[in-house]
Structure formats: C-alpha cells, structure tokens
C-alpha cells in the first residue's frame, strides 16, 4: 500500500434520445436528431455512493471540469488549492463546498480533462459497504473486523490498511482514515500517545476502545495510489 500523498487528484456518459424512424412511405421531413443530454446532479447515478476506483456519483475517471459544471452547475463549484499532505497542495474543483454533499476533485492535467482522485468529502457520500467521513469505530470494526491501521498525529495518521481484509479489492483505489475526538485525547492523554507516529498498530489494541474514534477522511483515487 503506497501512503504518500502526492494527491494530484468522469468524458461522462452522456444520453441520448433516440431518433424517430421514418419509413421511406412517409412524405414528411425527418425531424433534426435530438441533441445529448448531460447528466444532471439529479440523475440516476448521483446516489451518494462512491466505488471506489469507478465513479462518485456520476463522476468517472473521464469527467471533466465542464463535466462537472454540467452535472452540478458553475454555482456550485469552486476552483482552489487541494490540500494533499506535508504542505504541498494542488488545484482542484471542491463541488457543493460547504455541505454534507461536498467532494473535492484533483486533477489529473492542468486542462481539467480527468480527475486523478476526489478526496474532502461530505459526511452524505459512502462506500457500497456504507462507511464514510464520520462513520464511527464501531462501523468500522463490524466492517473490517480485526485490521491494521498507522498510529496518529502526522498527516497520514489513522490511515487503515485495507490489505487482507474483507476491503482488499479496494486496496490502492480507497483510503480511510481514523481520528480520537478532541475530548477523548484530553482524557485519555497517555493512550493516545501510545498510538502516536508513523507505526502500524492492531485495531485489537486496547487504547483505541478509549479513543471515540471516528473516520474523518476517505480519499477515492482513479487508479494512482495517493
């Protein structure tokens, strides 16, 4: 499993109405074919869910910037650095900023013709398992079962490995990561230290049941490991 975050970050499926068939009896003019619809963020596939690899919604690995102006709107998109770990930061599109619905997208070039990855989501988008930003431990544990997962403070920290678990098919394309509550850490100061640093450590490891651990990231790459 690669953790650096060189987090640099879908042509969406567009549908068409199909042409009425003249037969050759009819004496009228054939109407001008109907011209292709963009998917709308109210379309069949904009269902909160995110598969890894695949598409958020209804974006895919061909979705472009304009793409996204279709299926959201230009309102509802803002153009800005993407924070991607130890300082470094990348342009992006944050679409719904702001809301449970938000989602960030990295760019794959500069023209804005493919994401690379989405990360920054809202709590309202989840895998098919149902985990997502804001899923608590114990969602995670009937998920998972027992896993492995990087110790805390420092910018991958709660990062869990998905290797060998019942989300392997993700590994490389989905990232999920877990944080202590603020009020946690203040009143179990030593167990969080225990867990602290770039280590692996059990998800078995008694510090954590004390931690009110919650996922507070998930990153979706288009195939680059982050």
Do not use: H
Request: proline letters at 7%.
């Amino acid at each position: 499993m690669v953790l650096s975050l060189a987090l640099v970050p879908l042509a969406a499926c567009q549908l068409q109405e199909a042409q009425p068939e003249v037969q050759p009896s009819e004496l009228t003019i054939a109407a001008e074919p109907s011209a292709a619809v963009a998917p709308s963020a109210s379309d069949e596939y904009n269902d909160g869910l995110v598969v890894p690899g695949e598409r958020v919604g209804p974006v895919t690995a061909q979705t472009s910037r304009a793409d996204l102006a279709n299926f959201y709107g230009e309102a509802a998109l803002s153009d800005r650095p993407i924070s991607l770990g130890e300082g470094s930061t990348e342009v992006g599109t944050v679409v719904n900023p702001g809301t449970d619905q938000q989602f960030a997208v990295v760019w794959k070039d500069a023209a804005q013709s493919q994401p690379r990855l989405i990360k920054d989501f809202g709590k309202a988008w989840q895998i098919p398992e149902g985990l997502g930003v804001g899923a608590p431990y114990a969602a995670v544990q009937a998920v998972l079962g027992d896993f492995d997962l990087y110790g805390f403070a420092w910018d991958y920290g709660g990062t869990i490995v998905l290797e060998g678990t019942t989300l392997d098919q993700y590994d490389d394309t989905l990232w999920l990561r877990l944080a202590p509550s603020d009020a946690a850490i203040a009143a179990n100061l030593k167990a969080y230290e225990a867990m602290m640093g770039d280590g692996i450590f059990t998800s078995r490891d008694p510090n954590l049941t004390v931690l009110d651990l919650s996922v507070y990231e998930m990153v979706m790459s288009f195939g680059v490991a982050p």
